[in-house]
């Protein structure tokens, strides 16, 4: 089982859609969680990290639910800029260690 | 500020060739990492390093060697290439967080892309 399983996708929405992507991971002491994005041929750039509580960037929401073992990512009112590949990211090892996802990719389109 | 900077972008290699990815950074970042990026497979950790003189394995290490010197140099080793190793390779730097040597916030280089023939 890999530690860190994302659905490859493609997502294709409209603009304007709601989308959420769903991550789950393997090793129950991982102590961290992000979401990092990454454009074709470019490098992965921190979207927003994960709490405990949830919490909300603009038109992102992030989720964790531990005792799942499940973090998500939800896009409200996808705009074109969003089409990218969404990475989930788990860290261990005292949050030295980083394990990416192989990543959804959403495309948004008129 | 130029953040981390990779080279080569581009590489060629015969296999049994080796070559040194270099990787520098100047935000005085104590943590350095080595991923590849393979399609189907993610990145996936290779090496990485919580300050000068201390490095550690990832998940993919083997044919690969690294240290670390300065605060600033993370060079990645390959000692004799195989066109297993073709692969697009990503540096990436983070400052300390309360718990380890990283936040969790990379901050990754554009990329090197290496082909083994």
């Known amino acids: 089982r890999k530690e860190v399983e994302q659905d490859p996708g493609p997502f294709n929405v409209p603009e304007g859609a709601t989308v959420a992507f769903n991550c789950t991971y393997s090793?129950?002491?991982?102590?961290?969680f992000f979401w990092y994005r990454q454009d074709c041929r470019k490098e992965p750039k921190l979207l927003m990290s994960v709490y405990s509580s949830g919490n909300e960037d603009g038109r992102f929401t992030a989720q964790l639910n531990r005792a799942s073992q499940y973090i998500s990512l939800l896009i409200r009112d996808s705009k074109l800029s969003d089409s990218a590949t969404y990475l989930c990211?788990?860290?261990?090892?005292?949050?030295?260690?980083?394990?990416f996802g192989t990543g959804t990719q959403l495309k948004v389109e008129l | 500020n130029a953040g981390v900077t990779q080279t080569p972008k581009f590489q060629v290699l015969k296999t049994g060739q080796s070559m040194t990815l270099q990787c520098a950074q100047d935000?005085?970042?104590?943590?350095m990492s080595w991923y590849r990026q393979d399609p189907g497979m993610g990145l996936r950790l290779i090496h990485y390093s919580v300050g000068a003189g201390i490095t550690d394995q990832g998940e993919v290490p083997n044919g690969y060697n690294v240290s670390r010197s300065t605060t600033e140099d993370f060079p990645l080793r390959l000692l004799s290439a195989a066109p297993s190793q073709t692969s697009v390779y990503f540096c990436a730097s983070s400052s300390p967080g309360r718990t380890g040597a990283s936040t969790g916030e990379l901050f990754f280089g554009e990329g090197s892309r290496l082909t083994v023939l």
């Open positions: 090793n129950s002491a991982s102590q961290s």
């Open positions: 935000m005085n970042h104590e943590y």
């Open positions: 990211v788990v860290a261990t090892g005292g949050g030295n260690k980083l394990t």
